[in-house]
């Protein structure tokens, strides 16, 4: 059963600090790997996508990956209260792009 | 703008009464998914097309069935609807094909959420 792993918070933050969400997952063939913020009653919004072992930069945001202990993370600099959402990890399993998510982490920024 | 697109937006229907849900896109993407998201849990893939490939999830119930008469659209069917069918239903739509990064990135629509009584 290939799975995705995510601490289910909530992550309680101040409004200016840095949220580390963070993700593992057990499939090693998994290549991409994928970062959506899910507002409550709303459909999934892809923030990050990362492919390779490192960190990609876009804005605030950082995705690191280390594929050999196959975890990945996402890094919100700056957090602001509308960063407040489920940040769900998926990573890429099998030919047909089939997405295995995590459960998703549940941010709270407070002022 | 290109986007994807799901109607209604809210569905309610009874127990037992079949229920057809809409997906349609302008990204002119040859996979389309649905997935079904119950509160607080991650989203499930029910099926997918690959063009007109229709690929069917091991543990998606026979009440589940699929139509995409062309490339823009993709139904859902639900048989009979139980009140353990009552979730969030998601389009997602992906380019596969396209070189690197891109051809996996999948983009959804913003939803149906169905309620069953």
């Known amino acids: 059963q290939k799975e995705v792993e995510q601490n289910s918070g909530p992550l309680s933050v101040p409004e200016g600090a840095i949220a580390s969400l963070n993700c593992t997952y057990s499939d090693r063939g998994s290549q991409s790997f994928f970062w959506y913020r899910q507002y409550s009653g709303k459909s999934p919004e892809l923030i990050m996508s990362i492919y390779s072992n490192g960190d990609k930069e876009d804005g605030r945001f950082t995705a690191q990956l280390n594929k050999a202990s196959q975890y990945v993370s996402l890094l919100i600099r700056d957090s602001q209260p509308s960063d407040s959402a489920t940040y769900l990890c998926?990573?890429?399993?099998?030919?047909?792009?089939?997405?295995?998510f995590g459960a998703g982490t549940r941010l709270a920024v407070h002022p | 703008d290109a986007m994807v697109i799901q109607n209604p937006r809210y569905q309610v229907t009874q127990f037992g009464k079949p229920v057809t849900l809409s997906c349609s896109q302008t990204l002119n993407h040859n996979v389309m998914y649905w997935y079904q998201q119950k509160s607080s849990q991650a989203p499930k893939l029910l099926f997918h097309y690959y063009d007109k490939d229709f690929n069917n999830e091991a543990d998606t119930p026979d009440n589940f069935q699929s139509r995409r008469p062309n490339t823009s659209f993709c139904f859902l069917d639900i048989r009979s609807p139980g009140l353990g069918d009552a979730a969030m239903y998601l389009c997602a739509t992906s380019r596969k094909g396209l070189a690197g990064a891109e051809g996996e990135t999948q983009y959804f629509g913003p939803g149906t959420r169905l309620l069953v009584l």
């Open positions: 998926a990573a890429l399993s099998g030919g047909y792009n089939k997405l295995i």
